[in-house]
């Protein structure tokens, strides 16, 4: 039976990636809609998701990045 423990460690870094966004959104939106209203909600999810928009397109460049060298080093 083989491991491939940098697998696992990708695998884990995404799901408490995931995980740390659902918890902020849905967590986080959801106690300003209980203590402030629908209307704070909705800012409150318009101010999250303007501060992760630089956080996607940083890791949309990676991703293509790392595509760019993959293929170049194919050899």
Known sequence: MSRD???YARQTSVQLGVGAFLLLFIV???LIYLIYGKTAALMGL???LAGLAPI???VIIMIILNWIVKRANRD
């Open 5 to 7: 423990l940098r697998e």
């Open 28 to 30: 986080g939106d959801g």
């Open 46 to 48: 318009t101010c999250l």
């Open 56 to 58: 996607i397109l940083i």
